[in-house]
């Protein structure tokens, strides 16, 4: 879909209703809370072999000062050691953050093309890792690096600006798997052009849905969960669908191409 069209439904947008929005989302995740768990448990396969890169450096270096010949244990305070342990935490943790957005965004977009295949009742192959083979590969990493940067600079400026900007990026992802060939810039921009303009019941939903699916992952022993968690991608889904629908020309071709590979 091009730019200017997607710009101009965001724009003549209709009023959504919550309850209609929420009931539907429930609907839905009666069909693909299996595929969410998929995706989840998918994301912390791929996000272990990393965590162990960045945490076994530390435990070496930490190991390793406390055996030097420097290391006095009746010290209290060791500046030198803090301070490189302290660039090198700094570090890993803006890496863990990107990579997590990277890996996050390629397994949530390929979810979402996913639900939108239950939700019309479409034929299509469930590929979870659609968006790390060619040719988006290089384009999910690119924008789970913007992703994670938004993210990165809204933390840094305190609280309120990561609750204005988790709108949006929930349509980042949202835009960009039923606009996979969108540059990158125009999906940002998008997203927060659909986000500024349905902000407050996306919110809402968010944290509504979020809450629900806590609540039911808590009385199914904690372990739910993992199972109930996905039900928070689903209203940005049904919100995207109402205000700026699917390109169906190209979402066919999309479908064949995935079907047959």
């Known amino acids: 879909m091009k730019t200017i069209e997607m710009k101009r439904r965001i724009e003549d947008a209709k009023a959504l209703d919550f309850g209609t929005i929420f009931n539907q989302s429930i609907d839905l995740f009666k069909k693909v809370w299996v595929q969410g768990l998929v995706v989840l448990l998918l994301n912390m396969v791929m996000m272990t072999p ?80 659609y968006f790390f083979k060619k040719p988006y590969l290089g384009k999910t990493i690119m924008l789970g690096l913007a ?35 969108m540059s990158n810039s125009d999906i940002i921009k998008m997203a927060f052009d ?13 944290l509504v849905s979020g809450f629900l699916a806590g609540i039911v992952g808590f009385l199914m022993c904690f372990v739910g969960i993992y199972v109930t968690s996905s ?10 669908k109402e205000v700026i629908g699917f390109n169906e020309e190209n979402e066919s071709l999309q479908i064949a191409e995935t079907a047959r590979f």
Do not use: H
Request: proline letters at 6%.
């Open 50 to 129: 990393l965590t162990m890169l960045i945490y076994i450096p530390l435990f070496f270096s930490g190991f390793m000062d406390a055996y030097s010949s420097s290391y006095d244990p009746y010290t209290s305070s060791q500046p030198e050691i803090g301070a490189m342990f302290g660039v090198m935490s700094g570090v890993f943790y803006i890496v863990m953050i990107v990579a997590t957005s990277v890996i996050g965004l390629g397994l949530k977009a390929a979810f979402y093309r996913i639900c939108k295949l239950k939700d019309l009742e479409q034929m299509g192959s469930e590929d979870y890792f």
């Open 147 to 181: 992703f994670g940067g938004i993210m990165v600079a809204a933390l840094l400026l305190c609280v309120f600006p990561i609750i204005y900007v988790m709108v949006p990026l929930s349509y980042i992802v949202t835009i960009y798997a039923f606009n996979p060939d």
């Open 194 to 206: 659909l986000g500024n303009k349905k902000w407050f019941i996306s919110f809402g939903l968010l």
């Open 231 to 240: 039900f928070t991608y689903l209203p940005p889904y049904f919100i995207y």
